[in-house]
């Protein structure tokens, strides 16, 4: 199934300039900014400038050059945040059962504290 990319949604108006950002790191092909909402002390979001859904959309579908430049800038981020050496955790959310809300690649970076749990118990 072809992966569907919705231009209207709330990153996608962030890359074109229409809605602010704290931004943290930009780069040719990535940004990186502060989640509105955080979960823990450090909590950063970063993102391919491309159109890509999920991880698994980019994984498929995105150049060298991008790739590396996403997992080049999340390490970065982790250290320019202060997180790389006491730990941290990255996490991207895709789908339905990921309850992903923002259907554009993201991933958070968290950390400054201890984070409990993967996964909540319910
Ligand atoms: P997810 O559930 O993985 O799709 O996470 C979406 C994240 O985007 C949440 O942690 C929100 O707090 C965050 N978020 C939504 N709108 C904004 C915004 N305008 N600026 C920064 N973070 C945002």
């Known amino acids: ?4 990319y919705d231009d209207q949604n709330i990153f996608a ?7 602010p950002n704290d931004t943290v790191l930009e780069t040719e092909h990535c940004l990186a900014f502060k989640d509105i909402n955080p979960q823990a002390p450090v ?3 970063v993102i391919p400038k491309g159109p890509y859904v999920c991880f698994a959309h980019f994984a498929a579908e995105a150049s060298d050059a ?3 430049d996403f997992n080049r ?3 970065k981020v982790c250290r320019m945040a202060g997180v790389a050496e006491d730990g941290y955790r990255t996490i991207s959310n895709a789908g339905v059962n990921g309850l992903q809300e923002v259907p554009h690649l993201h991933m958070h970076i968290l950390g400054g504290q201890v984070l409990g749990p993967l996964l909540a118990r319910t």
């Open 73 to 75: 800038t999340i390490g």
């Open 13 to 19: 108006k962030i890359l074109r300039g229409e809605i």
């Open 43 to 45: 909590h950063i979001l």
């Open 66 to 68: 991008e790739l590396v």
């Open 1 to 4: 199934m072809p992966y569907v």
